[in-house]
T-cell receptor, first 113, second 112 residues
């Protein structure tokens, strides 16, 4: 069964350092999402791509977060500099097209120390 | 703002049907009801979605009231592996930005 692949699964970084997460969506999926999930809460959308274009980045803290999907396939989410409050699970999801069910990866657990 | 209201937790005996309620009284005509679940330390898993008709798949059934202001997710024969947080989500259709807005969900605990 096709899956959304994310790496790394776990990441520990010091505050003020840069950190990056990678996501490979299910093959053929045009829509890609990045979510952040703080412990004890539901996931919150950070950014949505349709192919290589950003559809929604209204909740992305753009002073330190950036996301790209240059060729419309895999995607990278970067944080620079990391802050203690960025400790969370970062989830990637993809869907075949807009307004269809989205499938999530296993996430990257980030701990900022 | 989450557009749904769910009980924070529920228990169900193994082998029985688990019925998870969700209120979405402000739902609009073009908005779907989606259900996801999240088992501890894993990514959310899609379960089912519907607009106004009842839906069934291999995982669950979704019953939507006629006025669409509430719905119930039914797991017909709950197993221990169904213990998870279940999220009921109202999602617009037809637009470009269609990210899911998760609330706090219902923590379903299946008792042996």
């Amino acid at each position: 069964e096709a899956e959304v692949a994310q790496s790394p699964r776990y990441k520990i970084t010091e505050k003020s350092q840069a950190v990056a997460f990678w996501c490979d969506p299910i093959s053929g999926h045009a829509t890609l999402y990045w979510y952040r999930q703080i412990l004890g809460q539901g996931p919150e959308l950070l950014v949505q791509f349709q192919d290589e274009s950003v559809v929604d980045d209204s909740q992305l803290p753009k002073d330190r977060f950036s996301a790209e999907r240059l060729k419309g396939v895999d995607s990278t989410l970067k944080i620079q500099p990391a802050e203690l409050g960025d400790s969370a699970m970062y989830l990637c999801a993809s869907s075949l097209k807009l307004n269809t069910e989205a499938f999530f990866g296993q996430g990257t657990r980030l701990t900022v120390v | 703002d989450a557009k749904t209201t769910q009980p924070p937790s529920m228990d169900c005996a193994e082998g029985r049907a688990a019925n998870l309620p969700c209120n979405h009284s402000t739902i609009s005509g073009n908005e779907y009801v989606y259900w996801y679940r999240q088992i501890h330390s894993q990514g959310p898993q899609y379960i089912i979605h519907g607009l106004k008709n009842n839906e069934t798949n291999e995982m669950a059934s979704l019953i939507i009231t006629e006025d669409r202001k509430s719905s119930t997710l039914i797991l017909p024969h709950a197993t221990l592996r169904d213990t998870a947080v279940y999220y009921c989500i109202v999602r617009p259709s037809g637009g470009g930005a269609d990210g899911l807005t998760f609330g706090k969900g219902t923590h379903l605990i299946i008792q042996p």
